[in-house]
């Protein structure tokens, strides 16, 4: 395999001296066609400076990560025991000053990571990427197995099963409004769990989730519609599958040997990551498939002919809008690519590729309807348009005891019921309520500050974005012993989340090194023009996470829903590594040199 390092093929050994060299030799023919108006250079320009100001806010949003990662370690408060009687949505948040052993434990994560690196970028690319496939495969199965669940309480978890397997078993009957309405005293809905709406009251509310309840369709009519197990398998091979997606954008953005070597060692540490599996719900999947997507549309800036270029757009879109099916937020990566696109084409002045690209998403966002559309003609319901998206904003900017700032309250549902799912009146009420909010913030900046911080915090201050929590959020083939007993909820809980709080912090350390040493690449691409291929490899990561963030500002929070968007800055990271250790070759290379000066002078 060749080697590749920041888009330029060459021996790793001579980077540092190029890359100098190309800073203290600029090529003055840039300068004077811009200065010229060549149409081409103004274009490039304009895109280089686009991407600058979005990587300038990128970088001030992991700098403020960074400083919540600091000052901030939000613990879940547990109930009593393992399982499902554990969990919590509540946490204490430790507001304090970071310590010394804290600071100290980040130095040694650091030194050790870099040790690691060190040996790992020995092994060839290929060959290491089949190990971190392979041992994130294996680690995942591991501590499935270990788990072996046997049902979930997540509410939607159980709707959406309850919902599928109607539909596997061909239970239409299930989905008519008369079936177990409230207050119904007939054996079958006596049985049914408290918390598990009748299909059509639940689809009533939310109808978009028709689209994630079609994974649970297939995965049940081959598995069987309540084999736990079976549904995080396949969780565990499309995480896989997103590691070596993660893999392919580092490729595209410039990570060398190195680059690779600190990617591979970030993801196999990272615990998040691994336990992501266990979360029985279609977001691993839906996000899996969506950045699959993007690295197909990222292929088709690679090609040389018209025709794979348009074939790749069209394709990439498609399995974007799959992806969104699984999980409508996700339509912010699909959002994030036209972005990318847009920055390429504005370079290249291929329009062409915009017009196919901007086609192509329409044909996407309009295969993401079709879930509810099918839905509703085998079920021969109309569900209606259920609630409003401002139902979710005034979620994220409500705050009710005992819940988080911006956590799920029963306010939407008890709206919708109030209007008798009237969309134009829970609009209304929604409206209003933001604009409340809002002018309260603006009037009480204080309480705004507080509400804020805290709600990003629990968001992205949480060691284990929830991972820890959700692996036991169901029944045990075994109780919990062993493993999972000692790393839920005994004396290793407490060392694998300070673990996770050290972790997080230095990989918002190392992405912050990235973004930034990214940002000085692309002011300096004036001189030494980008691959399109990687001008939207490089938007792509920026824009999809400030998008992540930006949502999640004002959005629902819950940091299992962040940890997607928290794992597009992986690459960045890497590459901040990759740039450090550059660096430091290059000092000591001309520390080395200045010495043989001195020694040849003397």
Request: net charge neutral; proline share 4%.
């Amino acid at each position: 395999m060749s080697r590749t390092t920041n888009g330029t093929e060459g021996s790793t050994a001579t980077i540092p001296q190029t890359h100098h060299q190309a800073a203290a030799h600029p090529d003055p023919s840039a300068d004077h066609k811009v200065s010229q108006g060549d149409p081409s250079a103004v274009c490039a320009s304009i895109s280089r400076w686009l991407l600058t100001i979005a990587m300038g806010f990128e970088a001030a949003v992991v700098a403020l990560l960074l400083a919540l990662s600091l000052i901030f370690t939000c613990v879940f408060k547990h109930g009593n025991g393992v399982g499902p009687t554990n969990i919590t949505e509540r946490a204490d948040y430790h507001f304090r000053v970071p310590s010394f052993a804290f600071i100290g434990g980040c130095i040694l994560l650091f030194m050790a990571l870099m040790c690691i690196i060190h040996g790992v970028a020995q092994i060839k690319q290929r060959r290491l990427l089949l190990l971190l496939l392979t041992f994130v495969t294996i680690t995942q199965i591991l501590w499935i197995a270990a788990l072996e669940l046997t049902s979930y309480g997540y509410p939607d978890s159980q709707s959406l099963i309850d919902g599928a397997d109607a539909l596997i078993n061909g239970d239409i009957a299930r989905y008519y409004p008369t079936f177990c309405q409230p207050r119904t005293q007939s054996e079958l809905c006596m049985a049914r769990p408290h918390a598990v709406p009748s299909p059509h009251a639940y689809f009533s509310y939310y109808p978009f989730q028709t689209g994630p309840m079609l994974w649970y369709v297939f995965a049940g009519s081959i598995f069987g519609s309540h084999n736990i197990i079976a549904f995080q398998i396949l969780n565990a091979f499309a995480i896989t599958g997103l590691v070596a997606a993660l893999w392919r954008l580092g490729t595209l953005i410039g990570l060398d040997d190195a680059g690779h070597a600190t990617l591979a060692t970030l993801l196999a540490t990272c615990v998040p990551l691994l336990m992501f599996a266990t979360f029985v719900y279609p977001n691993a999947v839906g996000f899996s498939i969506t950045v699959a997507g993007v690295v197909l549309i990222a292929q088709a800036f690679r090609v040389q002919h018209a025709w794979q270029c348009v074939l790749a757009l069209v394709g990439g879109f498609l399995v974007c809008g799959i992806g969104v099916i699984l999980k409508s937020t996700f339509i912010i990566l699909m959002l994030a690519a036209i972005i990318g696109i847009v920055l390429v084409v504005v370079a290249n002045r291929k329009w062409w590729q915009g017009a196919v690209a901007i086609v192509s998403f329409g044909a996407a966002y309009m295969i993401t309807k079709l879930p509810l559309r099918i839905i509703e003609h085998i079920t021969h319901q109309n569900f209606g348009k259920g609630m409003p998206m401002l139902s979710w904003i005034t979620l994220g900017l409500n705050e009710r005891e005992p819940t988080m700032p911006g956590w799920w309250t029963g306010i939407p549902l008890h709206t919708f019921h109030e209007t008798h799912g009237d969309y134009a009146r829970q609009s209304q009420v929604a409206k209003d309520f933001v604009m409340e909010r809002m002018q309260y913030f603006a009037h009480n900046p204080g309480d705004g500050t507080r509400f804020f911080s805290e709600k990003l915090a629990s968001e992205w201050a949480e060691p284990t974005f929830m991972t820890s929590l959700y692996s036991q959020y169901g029944s045990s083939a075994h109780g919990f012993s062993g493993l999972p007993q000692w790393l839920l909820s005994g004396t290793g809980a407490a060392r694998l989340t300070s673990y996770e709080n050290i972790a997080q912090t230095v990989l918002y350390a190392l992405a912050l090194a990235g973004v930034v040493a990214m940002l000085t690449s692309v002011v300096r691409s004036a001189k030494h023009p980008m691959e399109d291929s990687t001008i939207f490899a490089r938007t792509f990561l920026c824009a999809a996470f400030l998008g992540g963030f930006l949502c999640y500002l004002f959005w629902e929070a819950k940091g299992i829903y962040t940890l997607p968007f928290y794992l597009l800055l992986f690459p960045l990271a890497a590459y901040g590594v990759q740039i450090i250790k550059r660096d430091s070759r290059f000092m000591r290379h001309t520390h080395s040199r200045s010495s043989s000066v001195l020694l040849d002078d003397a």
